[in-house]
């Protein structure tokens, strides 16, 4: 298995060749790899020569090739990835907060692009999102209250059952469970007080699914 500052010469090389159909030069690859002397890379490169990773090709400056990657990493690598990764995870990110959603009868859809919401980067981390503040109570029974604020991952889609953000005529918005039956809509709440909204496909847009709910005690 190759040491560390090997593997990222390598790489280093590897993908300056693919990018620039050339050998990076040595003190590119000083400064990449963060050694203060050329000749540690010279040593590096001979390693990696010996090991058959390169081949240097005669006649040519700064021209060696690729012959062939490690198929793993070094050890070392893994294990900074991994912190790296854990730190991202434990990070938070900051997503538009858009004004009110009704969970009770629509109200007049609001965008609010001045204000923003701090969340868990693992919250959001695989699509695009946005946060509404909940008004109503209409979706009591699937656990969502008044005040509370949905993070919503945005797309224009959803299945069945799916609890959704819906645009109706391009003037109001509400959350709902989403029913598509032919070309008609049902928007089904989750309290037996309210009725379904029922609505022509053509009609409603769907501006995103639930992902999850924030409540502040």
């Known amino acids: 298995?190759?040491?560390?500052?090997?593997?990222?010469l390598l790489m280093f090389i590897n993908k300056v060749n693919h990018e620039k159909g050339?050998?990076?030069s040595f003190d590119e690859m000083k400064d990449a790899i963060?050694?203060?002397?050329?000749?540690?890379?010279h040593a590096l490169i001979s390693s990696l020569e010996e090991r058959n990773f390169i081949r240097r090709l005669p006649h040519k400056a700064r021209a060696m090739e690729v012959i062939r990657l490690p198929k793993f990493k070094p050890q070392a690598i893994i294990d900074e990835e991994k912190k790296?990764?854990?730190?991202?995870l434990n990070s938070t990110v900051q997503i538009p907060l858009y004004g009110k959603i009704a969970a009770g009868q629509p109200i007049e859809a609001l965008a609010d692009e001045t204000e923003t919401l701090q969340v868990p980067f693992n919250m959001v981390a695989h699509g695009k999102f946005f946060a509404l503040r909940i008004e109503g109570d209409s979706m009591i029974e699937a656990g969502i209250m008044d005040g509370d604020?949905?993070?919503?991952?945005q797309q224009n889609s959803a299945e069945n059952g799916k609890i959704v953000v819906a645009l109706i005529e391009?003037?109001?918005?509400t959350l709902k469970v989403l029913r598509r039956n032919g070309n008609m809509v049902?928007?089904?709440p989750c309290n037996k007080k309210y009725k379904p909204i029922v609505a022509e496909a053509a009609k409603v847009k769907i501006q995103g699914i639930l992902s999850s709910i924030i409540r502040q005690y």
């Open 1 to 8: 298995m190759l040491t560390e500052k090997q593997y990222n």
């Open 22 to 24: 050339q050998c990076p």
């Open 34 to 41: 963060g050694l203060k002397s050329k000749s540690g890379i």
């Open 84 to 88: 790296r990764e854990q730190a991202l």
């Open 149 to 153: 604020i949905a993070i919503i991952k």
């Open 170 to 173: 391009d003037s109001s918005a």
């Open 186 to 188: 049902q928007l089904l």
